[in-house]
């Protein structure tokens, strides 16, 4: 079976890790990561909510956003030469918008695989192509969906979506990869970076002559040939021995 993970990351950057990131924060502000209905009665469903079945202005049932997302995971499986696996097609009724397609039960990875297949295919309001995909790439990077959540996913009218950033902010902790209901550090996760990539990274952002910090003390991004030739130009001054 593909990889809908690696498919994605190979479109929009990231990670493996900064994905299930993106994935887990955008879950705990839907759902506070359960699989369970929505509150109150509504139609969403499931880690992210979504909608199994929707009306018009009319009041007459059109297709919701869980088939949509059913049925862009059925084309990306399709774009990657892949056959669709069978659980897309048993749900009985689900071409019948009154009935719609029910993302509650599904396993974890399956509704994972519905989210990003939805999140790849769908046109954010405002963005071109290539803007989508800054905006998700930014997401992943810097590990903060809120952006990426509130335009991508709820997508709702704008006069609410400072409302619904603050929202996020009040159920998502950015600096941490959310699973299982608690809040894991990211950085236990990660490999343990050495004092040489350190240096390495804060001389090649920083230049010579800088300070950068590393596990809580401060260092110099000078070399010891920096050092050397400071020392000469400062004898040559007359200020050594």
């Known amino acids: 079976m593909a990889d809908i993970r690696k498919y994605f990351i190979n479109k929009f950057g990231g990670t493996e890790e900064q994905l299930n990131t993106f994935m887990d924060q955008i879950k705990r502000v839907e759902s506070n990561n359960q699989d369970i209905p929505q509150k109150g009665g509504g139609p969403g ?11 018009n202005k009319k009041g007459e049932y059109v297709q919701a956003g869980a088939m949509t997302a059913r049925n862009r995971l059925k084309n990306l499986y399709v774009e990657m030469g892949e056959k669709h696996p069978e659980w897309l097609d048993k749900q009985e009724g689900m071409r019948d918008p009154s009935i719609g397609f ?29 803007q989508k995909k800054n905006l998700i790439k930014n997401a992943l990077e810097s590990g903060n969906a809120r952006e990426a959540w509130v335009h991508g996913h709820w997508a709702g009218p704008e006069e609410d979506v400072e409302e619904k950033l603050a929202q996020f902010d009040r159920n998502v902790k950015i600096g941490g990869s959310i699973a299982n209901n608690k809040l894991v550090e990211a950085s236990k996760d990660k ?16 230049g010579a002559g800088k300070e950068f910090e590393f596990e809580g003390k401060m260092y110099s991004t000078n070399t010891r040939e920096d050092k050397i030739i400071d020392d000469m130009k400062q004898k040559e001054k007359g200020f050594i021995g």
């Open 45 to 55: 469903r499931g880690f992210y909510q979504f909608e199994k079945t929707a009306k």
């Open 191 to 206: 490999k343990q970076i050495s004092f040489s990539d350190a240096f390495k990274k804060a001389r090649s952002s920083l």
């Open 102 to 130: 029910d993302v509650l039960g599904l396993s974890p990875e399956q509704q994972d695989s519905l989210f990003l297949a939805d999140f790849y295919y769908k046109k954010i309001r405002g963005l071109n192509k290539e």
